[in-house]
């Protein structure tokens, strides 16, 4: 089950188990019939084991702690709490409505990286298939006809071109080895987004996307953990794994640690690695206010990671097309400097 889709489950299921616990039709039965219903076999086999557990009296919260792949520990701290408020219906809508946050939140550096991946792999096709089929033969023509060497520059190319048609089977495992590598890396499997993000921490210009995000998850599983009362120690806790930056979320663990000892949560948080702009507003935010300023700053990290995120995919569109234009250029000169030295000769001549 990918993350995208999971995500879309995840939040259609929380709405129907909500709308059948407001009918107050028995959890185990609902969660069944949900699980009749879903198409992804590892989705409805772990709803399977939930609605097995619930039937041996186990909460719901704690009947989907055995399936933390599919049941995110802060979504489980929001049903928890509804259970113990008596308002479980009204938990799993909440639930639902983070759920479908979270996938409108997850920025798609996919679509970002696109257009630029797509032009480069188009340009390096092309380059090879003239390194191939055409250079190495054009090159050996024009030396002859100048029945001379080549000018440097000409000679390089043609080279590379030759040696590119004697070793085509290892350039071709290349080729592909590279593009497969490629296209893991953009697909949705769970290694494969986990290293995209790496990557992505790694590239210039969108470490401070990666960091938005992660802020604005952290920032929106907190306020929503607040607003139903859950303590604050529990809400780090669970909004430690919504950062995919390991330095966010063990500098998350330590302030848990802090405040089970007592410390407010604007001095836990105050020094290196998060924004004085968080600290700041946390600090001089009214406790009861905390989780409408938090919901807040969780927009606002939102958009700078939305805005941040088109100026580098539009300068990786620039780059694209410039790179294709050298390489293209390239290959140009190099075919037409031996043609314009042999015509230099003509007219001398």
Do not use: K, N
């Not at 639902?96 to 792999?121: C, G, K, N």
């Amino acid at each position: 089950m990918d993350a995208s889709a999971r995500d879309d489950d995840l939040s259609e299921f929380y709405r129907e188990l909500a709308l059948l616990a407001r009918s107050e039709l028995p959890l185990p039965e609902s969660v069944e019939a949900l699980a009749a219903g879903c198409a992804d076999r590892g989705f409805r086999h772990a709803l399977g084991l939930v609605a097995g557990e619930l039937r041996r009296g186990v909460p719901l919260a704690e009947a989907m702690a055995g399936q933390e792949r599919f049941f995110p520990a802060f979504h489980r701290a929001l049903i928890r709490g509804g259970e113990h408020a008596g308002a479980l219906p009204e938990a799993l809508h909440e639930v639902a409505e983070v759920a479908r946050r979270s996938r409108a939140m997850a920025l798609d550096f996919r679509e970002i990286m696109a257009y630029p991946l797509v032009t480069t792999w188009f340009a390096i096709t092309v380059m090879l298939l003239m390194m191939h089929l055409y250079l190495p033969s054009f090159g050996q023509d024009i030396q002859a006809l100048l029945e001379g060497p080549l000018p440097p520059f000409s000679a390089a190319l043609f080279a590379l071109a030759s040696w590119h048609r004697a070793h085509g089977p290892l350039v071709l495992l290349i080729y592909l080895v590279v593009l497969g590598a490629t296209l893991w890396l953009l697909s949705d499997l769970r290694p494969a987004r986990r290293a995209l993000g790496r990557l992505l921490r790694a590239l210039p210009g969108t470490r401070r996307v990666v960091s938005c995000l992660d802020l604005s998850r952290v920032c929106g599983v907190a306020g929503v953990l607040m607003r139903r009362g859950t303590p604050l120690p529990d809400v780090l806790a669970a909004a430690a794994p919504m950062a995919e930056d390991p330095a966010l979320a063990e500098r998350l663990q330590a302030c848990r640690r802090q405040c089970e000892q007592g410390r407010s949560l604007a001095d836990s948080l105050d020094g290196d690695g998060l924004p004085a702009t968080l600290i700041l507003s946390l600090r001089h935010t009214r406790e009861a206010d905390l989780p409408d300023e938090l919901e807040a700053m969780r927009d606002h990290y939102l958009h700078l990671a939305e805005s941040t995120a088109r100026r580098v995919g539009l300068l990786w569109q620039v780059g694209a097309i410039l790179g294709m234009a050298l390489a293209a250029g390239a290959v140009i000169l190099a075919m037409f400097l031996p043609m314009i030295e042999l015509y230099s000769r003509m007219v001398a001549d």
